[in-house]
């Protein structure tokens, strides 16, 4: 149980295009999913909290109008770069957390490479 | 506010010896703490966590961690170290409203 999926997986695109990239808790309900950055070999940056049914909260630094997330359902939520630009390629891995839990359940994360 | 430290970058054992991976805390309150994994490429998988009951918790793939309240540590660790152990491990602690703080995250490397 407790599996959350990313798609897509790897994702290259020309610089000024959006991309959207979709997380889904596949066999739970999750109210809140979490959306990090990743650069290589550092550790996870949390860009912002999403919230069923809500505006999402961003991190302090993070651009709420270039990295816009919707949570529209309880099992999915979805974050778009827009105007991607080479500075945005990292990888990007969403959590979900299941009602009543402390634990997150992280998807596989998608690979952006913007030329 | 809440953190964690992974004071080693790399650990490297051989294989068939046991594995310890460092992490300390500091938080007000009880602590929730946790282990995840993450392999090349992937997202983090869940380990195991400390909410609350026995010091030495056991987790997957044989891994088991000990909370110390006294030194504010949460050490990962495992009896015999496989090659396939070799990961990327991060230490987390729970703050609130879901959200977790994640240590720098430790490279375990397992030489056979």
């Known amino acids: 149980g407790a599996v959350v999926s990313q798609h897509p997986s790897r994702v290259i695109c020309k610089s000024g295009t959006s991309v959207k990239i979709e997380c889904r808790s596949l066999?739970?309900?999750?109210?809140?999913m979490f959306w990090y950055r990743q650069f290589p070999k550092q550790s996870l940056m949390l860009m912002a909290t999403?919230?069923?049914?809500?505006?999402?909260?961003?991190e302090q630094g993070v651009e709420k109008d270039k990295f816009l997330i919707n949570h529209a359902s309880l099992t999915l939520s979805t974050l778009t770069v827009t105007s991607a630009h080479p500075e945005d390629s990292s990888f990007y891995i969403c959590?979900?957390?299941?009602?009543?839990?402390?634990?997150?359940?992280f998807g596989p994360g998608t690979r952006l490479l913007v030329l | 506010a809440q953190s964690v430290a992974q004071p080693e970058d790399q650990v490297n054992v051989a294989e068939g010896n046991p594995l310890t991976v460092k992490c300390t805390y500091s938080?007000?309150?009880?602590?929730?703490l946790f282990w995840y994994v993450q392999y090349p490429n992937r997202g983090l998988q869940f380990l195991l966590k400390?909410?609350?009951?026995?010091?030495l918790v056991k987790g997957s793939y044989g891994f088991e961690a000990e909370f110390n309240k006294s030194q504010t540590s949460f050490h990962l660790k495992k009896p015999s170290a496989l090659v396939s152990d070799s990961a990327l491990y991060f230490c987390?602690?729970?703050?609130?409203?879901?959200?977790?703080?994640f240590g720098d995250g430790t490279t375990l490397t397992v030489k056979p």
């Open positions: 959590s979900a957390c299941n009602v009543g839990e402390e634990t997150q359940y």
């Open positions: 066999d739970f309900q999750a109210t809140t």
């Open positions: 999403s919230n069923e049914g809500s505006k999402a909260t961003y």
């Open positions: 938080v007000s309150g009880n602590p929730y």
């Open positions: 400390y909410i609350t009951g026995d010091n």
């Open positions: 987390a602690v729970y703050t609130n409203a879901g959200k977790s703080t």
